[in-house]
């Protein structure tokens, strides 16, 4: 079956700790896509990338990093810097065609929780 | 001012009721308008998605955009127990495939 990969479903940092949120897509889609989702907030991006070895910032990309080798996937960074990471992470992926606007498909998230 | 305004809830409604969810915005040049629905701790998934004004309509679900009043609906016609869910409201301006997202609207049909 085709889909978005997100892991570990549950995730815990400690103080001062790096941590890497997994996101594999088997979709042959060309963009990725990391969301945050905060109780009671509509989903801010983090990072974006339309193709592989390059990636824009969203909204909110202080205090997180990201990598794009390879087309499936799509690795996010929350560094030490991001001095709030508990929050609910949400990978996305869809086609690109030159046109805007693309239908986005999700992995399942990651619940990230401080120590 | 957020640019798009959603009322979270919760919403809890009969089995079998109408329900209308909703969400208005303040950007003139958003054209795209999409309704997602997400379960408890699940990823979002695609319901509708709306090209400008009018009325879209697949099975018990109905989109309505009426861009004069800045304001979209979600209808679901013969409210399901498996409805409950947070429907979020997203859209977009040509040229910006940047998706702006309401905050979710929590949903409870009660059998």
């Known amino acids: 079956d085709g889909g978005i990969t997100q892991s570990p479903k549950y995730l815990f940092r400690k103080e001062g700790q790096n941590v890497t949120l997994s996101c594999e897509q088997n979709?042959?889609?060309?963009?990725m896509y990391w969301y945050r989702q905060d109780p009671g907030q509509g989903l801010r991006l983090i990072y974006y990338?339309?193709?592989?070895?390059?990636?824009q910032k969203g909204d909110i990309a202080e205090g997180y990093s990201v990598s794009r080798e390879k087309k499936e996937s799509f690795p996010l960074t929350v560094t030490s810097a991001q001095k709030n990471p508990t929050a609910f992470y949400l990978c996305?992926?869809?086609?690109?065609?030159?046109?805007?606007?693309?239908?986005?498909?999700f992995g399942s998230g990651t619940q990230l929780s401080v120590l | 001012q957020k640019e798009v305004e959603q009322d979270p809830g919760p919403l809890s409604v009969p089995e079998g009721a109408i329900v209308s969810l909703n969400c208005t915005y303040s950007n003139s040049a958003f054209q795209y308008f999409m309704w997602y629905r997400q379960y408890s701790r699940k990823g979002p998934e695609l319901l509708m998605y709306?090209?400008s004004s009018g009325n879209k309509e697949d099975g018990r679900f109905t989109a309505q955009v009426d861009k004069s009043s800045k304001y979209i609906s979600l209808f679901i016609r013969d409210s399901q127990p498996s409805d409950s869910a947070t429907y979020l409201c997203a859209m977009s301006d040509p040229g910006n495939y940047q998706l702006i997202w309401g905050a979710g609207t929590k949903l409870i049909i009660k059998p």
């Open positions: 990338s339309q193709i592989v070895n390059d990636f």
């Open positions: 979709l042959n889609h060309d963009a």
């Open positions: 709306t090209y």
């Open positions: 996305a992926s869809s086609i690109v065609t030159g046109a805007t606007n693309e239908k986005l498909f």
